[in-house]
């Protein structure tokens, strides 16, 4: 097979060769992570629950790789992606994940919580819906204020039908708010398909025009696409002209939760699915952009060598000193309530 | 030195948290341009402008949810509950968000904001307008939680509230908007966690909040010209965080002690309260902890019934009497 010569001006599209190896880096970090992640939880060092976001790591990427740095991502319990996505070290987010006192909150958090401000992680939401108002409130900030961050707002094909989405989505519009909502639309809420439960067939593109915005629906397994459809969505933001919400078709290739087998899905779909896995798809674009396979080799070399040394490094990590119990219930960094 | 009804002290208390930090700001439903329900927002709007001052549509979510984003992210926002029953319907942020993200996130995250509501009975609203709350957000650990009873304790209390590090609920009485109070002018600034006693006795402690604090100084006098009774009546005003220095050293002193609270029975503030004077105060007590609240039940509308429902002057003085006398 014979190989194009590399060069930057043939890669020079909208995207360019630069953008194009840090997506798809962040798109195997996910992948390895999230795999290990589920390795370890086989090995019981990993408890609690986790919700693993294998097969949507392009949306993840392609947001993230078209933020700027003070950009905030507001995630839901399916957060890991998001929070590796921004930069946050893996063996912070493992470190969590396993109760460990290197983790990100010194295992106060766990899987469903991770938050690093200093990488513009505001926070994973547990509860179905809470954060899209939350993301409202800090946009509404970057408004007053006068900054030009974008609050980005990710969150499930389920989460369309919750209050709280409708709240959000009316709020921002009429506010006009920098605010982009993505929805990942992975087929199913927790264990039953979206489309038994929802009246509309795309679960957020149809409801755009309740709010007046553009129905957005997307490829969330085009890395490429993801990032391009981020980037109009960030400049509508930043040039004032209110928020988006974007629809990215992807799939969830394991259960809701580690508690799930996913036995619900008919046969073959998970197949179908992978025929169209984000990494493949990426690989494939690296490729016709003339980057050679040594250089993908070397970077999932790469990737597989910080997830095992993260990995190592949490099991070496000593738990959370039982003093941390009570702390940071309130900003004096107690817990006292009364004198 | 000027009178000001309650009313008028929580515009005044806005006005002067927002005159001197811009990054205080103000939202809610029909609170600028209508000046609010009860009409305890009036100029608001004209003097901070649209950007400060701002109307919301009913999403009590979007309203609590927004307040948090900003207050996260560098404001430090008041946001209004119209009825505090509507905490009902965003109490997700009541309980789950506001309190528990900075110990989550190991003190990552931190929420300064101000949640206002009108609190309590007495406007013939029915059982869905009309609930004193208190005791919801009382039990849940990173809130802290007011309630005034006077017009200079809106203003002290509402400054301190605002220049507060972590989420306060401020439960404002609809039945006091228009009671009448003295005020000293200038910049007024309380502190939290601190009871006020109100009539220094020696027989009795009468503890009280917001509506309750009235009429448990009406009892007292009642109990004094009636009976010789001579009773000590304490404002509580913060129940998180709770003084309970002053409360214990009244109970050490009078040897009884009574709880006046507007909230149903079952774990109601006072509930909360008498259990630490049992296990701390057990040998100054005289006789037993008595809670006089209103009964586990919801609120009826009819004028009738709502005044017969919640305690009344007479009630507080009857039961003080009955106890001390039995």
Redesign the interface.
């Given at each position: 097979m014979s190989k194009k010569p590399v060069t930057s001006t043939a890669l020079n599209d909208d995207i360019g060769e630069d953008k194009r190896l840090e997506l798809y880096r962040l798109q195997v970090v996910i992948r390895e992570a999230e795999q290990r992640a589920y390795d370890l939880f086989l090995q019981n060092l990993v408890k609690g629950t986790s919700h693993l976001s294998l097969g949507q790591e392009a949306v993840a990427a392609g947001f993230a790789g078209a933020m700027k740095k003070g950009d905030?991502s507001f995630c839901t319990y399916r957060g890991h992606a998001h929070t590796l996505a921004r930069g946050v070290p893996i063996e912070k987010v493992l470190g969590e994940l396993m109760g460990r006192d290197n983790g990100?909150?010194?295992g106060?958090?766990?899987s469903m919580?991770l938050?690093?401000?200093e990488h513009g992680v505001?926070?994973s939401?547990a509860?179905i819906?809470?954060?899209?108002?939350?993301?409202?409130?800090?946009?509404?900030?970057?408004q007053?204020?006068k900054q030009d961050d974008v609050?980005v707002c990710f969150f499930g094909d389920g989460t369309t039908n919750i209050?709280?989405f409708h709240?959000?989505l009316?709020?921002a519009a009429?506010?006009k708010l920098p605010v982009v909502f993505v929805c990942e639309n992975n087929l199913y809420m927790e264990y039953t398909p979206i489309g038994d439960v929802t009246a509309v067939p795309s679960p957020a593109g149809d409801r755009a025009s309740a709010y007046g915005l553009e129905k957005i629906v997307i490829d969330g397994n085009d890395a490429d696409a993801v990032y391009r459809a981020a980037q109009t969505a960030y400049d509508k933001a930043r040039s004032g002209k209110g928020p988006s919400l974007i629809e990215c078709l992807t799939y969830r290739y394991s259960g809701h939760s580690r508690a799930d087998p996913a036995k619900y899905r008919p046969e073959g779909e998970l197949e179908r699915w992978k025929q169209r896995d984000p990494i493949k798809i990426y690989k494939e674009r690296l490729k016709q952009f003339g980057i050679s396979d040594d250089q993908i080799a070397k970077i999932d070399a790469e990737v597989k060598q910080e997830v095992d040394e993260a990995t190592e490094k949490c099991k070496a990590s000593p738990t959370p000193p039982l003093e941390?119990l009570t702390?940071?219930?309130?900003?004096?960094?107690g817990?006292?309530?009364?004198? | 030195m000027a009178e000001l009804t309650y009313r008028d002290a929580v515009i005044r208390g806005i006005a002067q948290e927002m005159q001197r930090d811009e990054d205080v700001v103000f939202l809610g439903e029909d609170v600028a341009k209508a000046g609010g329900v009860f009409k305890a927002t009036v100029g608001l709007y004209e003097k901070f402008g649209p950007l400060r001052v701002r109307d919301t549509p009913i999403s009590e979510q979007a309203i609590l949810g927004a307040a948090m984003g900003a207050a996260m992210t560098g404001l430090k926002p008041i946001a209004e509950i119209m009825f505090s029953d509507f905490f009902a319907v965003c109490f997700d942020y009541i309980a789950n968000e506001f309190p528990k993200s900075r110990y989550m996130t190991n003190g990552q995250t931190k929420c300064p904001l101000v949640v206002r509501t009108g609190n309590g009975a007495g406007s013939r609203f029915g059982a869905q307008h009309s609930q004193s709350v208190e005791n919801w957000c009382m039990m849940i650990p990173g809130l802290k939680v007011v309630a005034p009873s006077s017009p200079v304790d809106v203003i002290g209390l509402l400054a301190a509230s605002v220049r507060d590090p972590d989420p306060v609920i401020f439960l404002e009485h609809k039945s006091l908007y228009a009671t009448k109070g003295e005020v000293p002018d200038g910049e007024i600034l309380d502190k939290l966690g601190t009871a006020k006693i109100l009539r220094p006795g020696k027989d009795a402690t009468i503890l009280a909040l917001a509506l309750m604090v009235p009429r448990a100084l009406a009892a007292a006098e009642k109990l004094a010209a009636e009976h010789g009774i001579d009773c000590e009546v304490i404002d509580v005003r913060s129940l998180v965080p709770l003084d309970t220095q002053t409360i214990l050293s009244s109970v050490a002193k009078t040897h009884r002690a009574f709880s006046v609270e507007e909230n149903p029975r079952l774990c109601g503030w006072g509930a909360e309260i008498m259990s630490i004077i049992a296990d701390e105060a057990f040998y100054d007590l005289d006789g037993p902890l008595v809670r006089i609240t209103t009964p586990h039940c919801p609120l009826p509308s009819a004028d009738i019934l709502e005044d017969a429902i919640l305690p009344s002057v007479d009630r507080i003085a009857d039961r003080v009497r009955k106890t001390l006398q039995a």
């Amino acid at each position: 097979m014979s190989k194009k010569p590399v060069t930057s001006t043939a890669l020079n599209d909208d995207i360019g060769e630069d953008k194009r190896l840090e997506l798809y880096r962040l798109q195997v970090v996910i992948r390895e992570a999230e795999q290990r992640a589920y390795d370890l939880f086989l090995q019981n060092l990993v408890k609690g629950t986790s919700h693993l976001s294998l097969g949507q790591e392009a949306v993840a990427a392609g947001f993230a790789g078209a933020m700027k740095k003070g950009d905030l991502s507001f995630c839901t319990y399916r957060g890991h992606a998001h929070t590796l996505a921004r930069g946050v070290p893996i063996e912070k987010v493992l470190g969590e994940l396993m109760g460990r006192d290197n983790g990100l909150m010194r295992g106060k958090g766990g899987s469903m919580h991770l938050t690093s401000e200093e990488h513009g992680v505001m926070g994973s939401y547990a509860i179905i819906g809470a954060h899209l108002p939350i993301a409202c409130g800090a946009a509404w900030r970057a408004q007053y204020k006068k900054q030009d961050d974008v609050s980005v707002c990710f969150f499930g094909d389920g989460t369309t039908n919750i209050g709280a989405f409708h709240e959000a989505l009316n709020f921002a519009a009429v506010w006009k708010l920098p605010v982009v909502f993505v929805c990942e639309n992975n087929l199913y809420m927790e264990y039953t398909p979206i489309g038994d439960v929802t009246a509309v067939p795309s679960p957020a593109g149809d409801r755009a025009s309740a709010y007046g915005l553009e129905k957005i629906v997307i490829d969330g397994n085009d890395a490429d696409a993801v990032y391009r459809a981020a980037q109009t969505a960030y400049d509508k933001a930043r040039s004032g002209k209110g928020p988006s919400l974007i629809e990215c078709l992807t799939y969830r290739y394991s259960g809701h939760s580690r508690a799930d087998p996913a036995k619900y899905r008919p046969e073959g779909e998970l197949e179908r699915w992978k025929q169209r896995d984000p990494i493949k798809i990426y690989k494939e674009r690296l490729k016709q952009f003339g980057i050679s396979d040594d250089q993908i080799a070397k970077i999932d070399a790469e990737v597989k060598q910080e997830v095992d040394e993260a990995t190592e490094k949490c099991k070496a990590s000593p738990t959370p000193p039982l003093e941390i119990l009570t702390t940071d219930v309130y900003a004096d960094g107690g817990f006292a309530w009364r004198n | 030195m000027a009178e000001l009804t309650y009313r008028d002290a929580v515009i005044r208390g806005i006005a002067q948290e927002m005159q001197r930090d811009e990054d205080v700001v103000f939202l809610g439903e029909d609170v600028a341009k209508a000046g609010g329900v009860f009409k305890a927002t009036v100029g608001l709007y004209e003097k901070f402008g649209p950007l400060r001052v701002r109307d919301t549509p009913i999403s009590e979510q979007a309203i609590l949810g927004a307040a948090m984003g900003a207050a996260m992210t560098g404001l430090k926002p008041i946001a209004e509950i119209m009825f505090s029953d509507f905490f009902a319907v965003c109490f997700d942020y009541i309980a789950n968000e506001f309190p528990k993200s900075r110990y989550m996130t190991n003190g990552q995250t931190k929420c300064p904001l101000v949640v206002r509501t009108g609190n309590g009975a007495g406007s013939r609203f029915g059982a869905q307008h009309s609930q004193s709350v208190e005791n919801w957000c009382m039990m849940i650990p990173g809130l802290k939680v007011v309630a005034p009873s006077s017009p200079v304790d809106v203003i002290g209390l509402l400054a301190a509230s605002v220049r507060d590090p972590d989420p306060v609920i401020f439960l404002e009485h609809k039945s006091l908007y228009a009671t009448k109070g003295e005020v000293p002018d200038g910049e007024i600034l309380d502190k939290l966690g601190t009871a006020k006693i109100l009539r220094p006795g020696k027989d009795a402690t009468i503890l009280a909040l917001a509506l309750m604090v009235p009429r448990a100084l009406a009892a007292a006098e009642k109990l004094a010209a009636e009976h010789g009774i001579d009773c000590e009546v304490i404002d509580v005003r913060s129940l998180v965080p709770l003084d309970t220095q002053t409360i214990l050293s009244s109970v050490a002193k009078t040897h009884r002690a009574f709880s006046v609270e507007e909230n149903p029975r079952l774990c109601g503030w006072g509930a909360e309260i008498m259990s630490i004077i049992a296990d701390e105060a057990f040998y100054d007590l005289d006789g037993p902890l008595v809670r006089i609240t209103t009964p586990h039940c919801p609120l009826p509308s009819a004028d009738i019934l709502e005044d017969a429902i919640l305690p009344s002057v007479d009630r507080i003085a009857d039961r003080v009497r009955k106890t001390l006398q039995a």
